[in-house]
């Protein structure tokens, strides 16, 4: 039973363009949210955050929304550059109980093309 | 520098063998975690630790044993219970944050391959 999800598994965007990344998320329990960025054979990196309290996040060419009422978050990555080019997890936290169990989803591998 | 290692990056076992995995951190966290990724599929939780000397499963603990002796290092086993071990493992550490929430820091990974 998966809680967080990603129903785009790749996402193809041309450099210079905006990538939109969605995850959706069932547990309403969930009150923080993380993506992260993942090249081949390394670990993934954290990106950006937010928290349940706040509808958006940004952080440079990175800004994470949240639509609680539709369970839904973001990512927008504008303007998209080569190196951008990986996979992205959502993931998401229940900081109230079992703390730092993250829920991650399937993940969106993004292509930037020339 | 401050980080988490993992060693090996890639092992090879035969089928039936007990693996130990290593992970390592020196960022003096108290929390560390153990993922499990398939591919097409997102990370999942093996077990995690949040003090010494205490430790508890994850969603997929199954045929997994970890030990946390020390702060800086908590070990994966994957024994020959596991039915499909073949999977990139990643190690993960954190920090409780009092006032604000501390992400977690990957390991670099290890692909286990059994043969």
């Known amino acids: 039973d998966q809680q967080v999800k990603q129903n785009s598994p790749s996402l193809s965007v041309q450099e210079g363009r905006i990538s939109i990344l969605n995850c959706d998320y069932t547990n309403s329990m969930f009150d923080y949210f993380l993506w992260y960025k993942k090249y081949p054979a390394e670990g993934p990196t954290f990106l950006i955050s937010?928290?349940?309290?706040?509808d958006k996040n940004e952080d440079g060419r990175f800004t994470v929304f949240l639509n609680k009422s539709a369970k839904h978050l973001s990512l927008h990555i504008v303007p998209s550059q080569p190196g951008d080019s990986a996979v992205y997890f959502c993931a998401a936290d229940t900081t109230t109980d079992s703390w730092g169990k993250l829920q991650f989803g399937a993940g969106t591998q993004v292509v930037v093309t020339p | 520098d401050g980080g988490i290692t993992q060693s090996p990056k890639y092992l090879f076992r035969k089928e039936g063998q007990n693996v130990t995995l290593s992970c390592e951190q020196n960022l003096n966290h108290d929390a560390m975690y153990w993922y499990r990724q398939d591919p097409g599929q997102g990370l999942r939780l093996i077990y995690y630790s949040q003090i010494v000397n205490d430790f508890q499963k994850g969603d997929i603990a199954e045929g997994y044993s970890v030990s946390r002796e020390k702060k800086e290092s908590f070990p994966l086993t994957v024994t020959s219970a596991q039915k499909n071990p073949t999977a990139f493992y990643l190690c993960?550490?954190?920090?409780?944050?009092?006032?604000?929430?501390?992400?977690?820091?990957f390991g670099p990974g290890t692909r286990l391959t059994v043969l």
């Open positions: 993960a550490s954190s920090t409780p944050g009092l006032a604000i929430y501390n992400e977690q820091f």
């Open positions: 937010i928290s349940s309290i706040k």
